[in-house]
């Protein structure tokens, strides 16, 4: 049981290239969320899923487009990188979020040159 | 904004109990209060939650006050496996969005 998957783990970007982050999760979970983290800071909140076919905006989403094709598949782009979207990214998933508990992948390192 | 205040930091010495405060003066009736930690860069890890009785599990302990104002997590017997940064979460608005605060660093001394 892989659990939540990102790929990839590292990545190094140039200014205005894009991406995208590839969060999968094989529980079947109903909502997902995508978090930045910066060097000694907590976790920011980018975008969410409730379902397939939903998102819904966080705390910091101005840069980022997410889409939610599939239930297992949680997608972060970045159309036009910036050196402030140095961070580290993590996805996590969760059946329902009143039951607490959060599952969350082992993070994708980011740098924009 | 995350609805929590925590410490930044505490230190607790090895095998010790570590009690680790929270306080949420706006929870509102139908809140959980939620505990997390990160170890190092580690993606955070689920511990515990807790709505209105206190809760323990085979991790920790969490005590949430008669007025729900505040809570604090303990860890019975800390380890040096225990330093890490703990988060202290209320869900905003019952809504489904989970927000995280700072939390607080945990130092274990040996």
């Known amino acids: 049981n892989a659990g939540v998957t990102q790929t990839p783990k590292f990545r190094v970007l140039k200014t205005g290239q894009s991406m995208t982050l590839l969060c999968a999760q094989d529980m079947n979970h109903e909502y997902m969320y995508w978090y930045r983290q910066d060097p000694g800071m907590g976790l920011r909140l980018i975008h969410y899923?409730?379902?397939?076919?939903?998102?819904a905006k966080g705390e910091v989403p101005d840069g980022y487009n997410v889409s939610r094709l599939k239930k297992q598949n949680f997608l972060l782009g970045l159309e036009s990188a910036a050196p402030s979207q140095t961070s580290v990214y993590f996805c996590a998933s969760s059946r329902d979020p009143r039951d607490g508990e959060l599952f969350f992948g082992e993070g994708s390192r980011l740098t924009v040159l | 904004d995350a609805k929590t205040t925590q410490p930044t930091s505490m230190d607790c010495a090895e095998g010790r109990a570590a009690n680790l405060p929270c306080n949420h003066s706006?929870?509102?009736?139908?809140?959980?209060v939620y505990w997390y930690r990160q170890i190092h860069s580690q993606g955070p890890q689920y511990i515990i939650h807790?709505?209105?009785n206190n809760e323990t599990n085979e991790m920790a302990s969490l005590i949430i006050t008669e007025d729900r104002k505040s809570s604090t997590l303990i860890l019975p017997h800390a380890t040096l496996r225990d330093t890490a940064v703990y988060y202290c979460i209320v869900r905003v608005g019952g809504d489904d969005k989970i927000i995280f605060g700072k939390g607080t660093r945990l130092h274990i001394l040996p």
């Open positions: 807790g709505l209105k």
């Open positions: 899923s409730v379902g397939e076919g939903t998102t």
């Open positions: 706006t929870i509102s009736g139908n809140e959980y």
